[in-house]
């Protein structure tokens, strides 16, 4: 009984915040995605992602065995994503990125940070970093069959992931004022996520529902499987470990399904894979947090 309250507690807020965006867009009431996103994305989560980074006291060692867990993590997840969706017979500009990048924004950090206090969030804003610069990279470059962008270099995150890590690998801090200003911006961008992933699943319409939950099903397994594996070869402290799994093994990111429609890939489809994918996180993540704990 513990374990379950435990696990309630960190879940709860998460999906209630959610639960109101749902309810909020099924009320009638007004939501501008497309303006929450920006502003989200052009600002507070940069914001977020700098101060955390620049505020994180993880000893260096630690935090180099990290980054490379989340990199390779990532690396064999890409593989045997690829095989699965080839061997599925799926459009790979459709479903490999679903299937390789997860909600480590709008979920993980929050769930990070109730299961695992500060120290748990500092982590996850690590490999949020890492996932954030290889989604608006390669990720990119999947969606669009390969055609190269340098919008890429315009992304306000990819800026604040390596600018974050300039000052965190120099012990850098800004002045006292800017970090202050800084962080007060960040923490707009969790609550802003969690509400704005309800009212985005709350307007999606899923196509193809049963493919849609063989792949959530699939993703969810493949991505615990390979986050345990790379946890244990690298031997991760516990909190370390914990987290990347739980990031690694997030639903598919509401951002997937922007890039689809974006560059004109299966876009209906990716939005079964969000909706579904959430749903089927909502028995995953606590279980997934139940062994963690």
Same mark, same amino acid.
């Given at each position: ?9 960190i ?5 209630i915040?959610?639960?109101? $965006?749902?309810?909020?867009? %099924? ?8 303006f929450?996103?920006?502003l ?14 620049? %505020? ?11 980054? /490379? ?6 690396g ?9 969706v ?17 909600n ?8 990070a /940070? ?18 954030a610069?290889y989604?608006?990279?390669? $990720? ?7 055609a ?5 270099? %315009? ?30 911006? $960040?923490? /707009? ?18 196509? $193809?529902f ?8 699939? %993703?969810?397994?493949?991505?615990v ?7 244990l ?7 370390p470990?914990?987290?990347?799994v739980?990031?690694i093994?997030?639903?598919?990111a ?7 429609e ?7 489809s ?12 909502v ?9 963690l704990?």
């Amino acid at each position: 009984m513990p374990i379950v309250l435990a696990v309630l507690e960190i879940v709860a807020p998460v999906f209630i915040l959610a639960g109101v $965006g749902f309810v909020w867009v %099924k009320l009638g009431a007004e939501y501008r995605v497309q303006f929450v996103t920006r502003l989200a994305m052009t600002l507070s989560v940069p914001c977020l992602i700098f101060t955390a980074l620049m %505020k994180t006291r993880i000893d260096p060692a630690a935090l180099s065995q990290l980054v /490379m867990a989340a990199i390779i993590a990532y690396g064999v997840l890409t593989v045997v994503a690829f095989l699965l969706v080839r061997g599925m017979g799926l459009d790979s500009r459709t479903y490999l990125a679903p299937v390789i990048f997860g909600n480590t924004g709008n979920l993980g950090l929050p769930l990070a /940070m109730f299961a695992f206090g500060d120290a748990g969030f500092g982590y996850a804003v690590v490999i949020f970093a890492v996932m954030a610069i290889y989604s608006f990279t390669f $990720g990119i470059w999947l969606v669009t069959g390969g055609a190269a962008s340098m919008k890429t270099l %315009k992304e306000p995150m990819v800026w604040a992931t390596l600018l974050g890590a300039v000052f965190l690998f120099n012990g850098w801090q800004t002045p006292d004022w800017l970090t202050n200003t800084l962080e007060l911006i $960040g923490q /707009m961008a969790i609550p802003l996520m969690l509400i704005t992933l309800g009212v985005a699943v709350a307007r999606l319409h899923p196509a $193809g529902f049963g493919r849609a939950v063989l792949v959530s099903v699939l %993703k969810a397994a493949i991505s615990v499987a390979v986050a345990v594996s790379v946890g244990l070869w690298f031997e991760l402290a516990s909190v370390p470990f914990a987290v990347l799994v739980l990031q690694i093994s997030t639903p598919v990111a509401v951002t997937s399904y922007l890039l689809a429609e974006k560059y004109e890939a299966d876009s209906e489809s990716v939005a079964g894979l969000v909706v579904v994918s959430t749903l089927v996180s909502v028995i995953t993540i606590p279980v997934t947090l139940a062994f963690l704990l």
